[in-house]
Nanobody, 119 residues
Framework: QVHLVESGGGVVQAGGSLRLSCTAS???????LAWYRQAPGKQLELVATVTHVAEYTYLDSVKGRFTASRDNAKNAVFLEMNNLKLEDTAVYLC??????????????WGQGTQVTVSS
C-alpha cells in the first residue's frame, strides 16, 4: 500500500502561482504518477500525467501554464501551476498507478489539497 500526501494548496489571486507537492510513503520509481482535480459540482478531471520514463501529458486547458515533474529520489511528484485562473479552483489529488502506453491507471490516491483562485 502506497500512501500519498499532497501539500502546497492554498488561496491565490488570479494570475498567481502555486507549487503542489505529493510525497509517497515508499519507492515510486516504477509507477506512473498523475494529478487530478475536482471542482464543486463537476466531474473528476485528469490534469497531468508523468510516466515512469518521464513522458508527460496535460489537459488542454492547462498546457503552457502547468508543469508536472517527479523526483524519484524523494519519492515525490510536483505540479507547478502558473498564471492561475478562476476555473482552476478545485481539490487537486495525486495518484500513483500502472502505465499503459502514455496513460496512467490510478491504483493509489492521496487525500487532496485545495486550490482556490480568487479574483
Amino acid at each position: 500500500q502506497v500512501h500519498l500526501v499532497e501539500s502546497g494548496g492554498g488561496v491565490v489571486q488570479a494570475g498567481g502561482s502555486l507549487r503542489l507537492s505529493c510525497t509517497a510513503s515508499e519507492n515510486i520509481d516504477g509507477y506512473g504518477l498523475a494529478w487530478y482535480r475536482q471542482a464543486p459540482g463537476k466531474q473528476l478531471e485528469l490534469v497531468a500525467t508523468v510516466t515512469h520514463v518521464a513522458e508527460y501529458t496535460y489537459l488542454d486547458s492547462v498546457k503552457g501554464r502547468f508543469t508536472a515533474s517527479r523526483d524519484n529520489a524523494k519519492n515525490a511528484v510536483f505540479l507547478e501551476m502558473n498564471n492561475l485562473k478562476l476555473e482552476d479552483t478545485a481539490v487537486y489529488l495525486c495518484t500513483a498507478g500502472i502505465v499503459h502506453a502514455e496513460t496512467v491507471t490510478p491504483v493509489y490516491w492521496g487525500q487532496g489539497t485545495q486550490v482556490t483562485v480568487s479574483s
